[in-house]
Nanobody, 124 residues
Framework: QVQLVESGGGLVQAGGSLRLSCAAS????????MGWFRQAPGKEREFVAG????????LYADSVKCRFTISRDNAKLTVYLQMNSLKPEDTALYYC?????????????????WGQGTQVTVSS
């Protein structure tokens, strides 16, 4: 069983940057795609970014392309989300998740293990 713990959230002004980290424990982490999702108040959870087990392939939501970068360090069992040029609409609770599939997906239903989330608030 993999456990995921997110960190790095906080309050930042529009145009600023944050780097989220997701630390994992457990034997399956290295071989599964990982993803970041977010959920704003009153809205459904949405896909933000995903990365293959090797880190060689990535996926991004259109709303964050060219601003966010997902990466992973399997030796450290950690996934990162570098967020630049942040906008107020990026404000949400950000979750890290491990895919239950061996192929990348943007569907939350394909992710079986979730962290507790870290809050990102972007002020205008």
């Amino acid at each position: 069983q993999v456990q995921l713990v997110e960190s790095g959230g906080g309050l930042v002004q529009a145009g600023g940057s944050l780097r989220l980290s997701c630390a994992a424990s457990g034997r399956t982490f290295k071989f599964q795609p990982m993803g970041w999702f977010r959920q704003a108040p009153g809205k459904e959870r949405e896909f933000v970014a995903g990365i293959s087990w090797s880190g060689g392939s990535t996926l991004y939501a259109d709303s964050v392309k060219c601003r966010f970068t997902i990466s992973r360090d399997n030796a450290k069992l950690t996934v990162y989300l570098q967020m630049n040029s942040l906008k107020p609409e990026d404000t949400a609770l950000y979750y890290c998740a491990e895919s239950s599939q061996f192929v990348m997906s943007t569907n939350a239903a394909d992710f079986g293990t979730w962290g507790q989330g870290t809050q990102v608030t972007v002020s205008s």
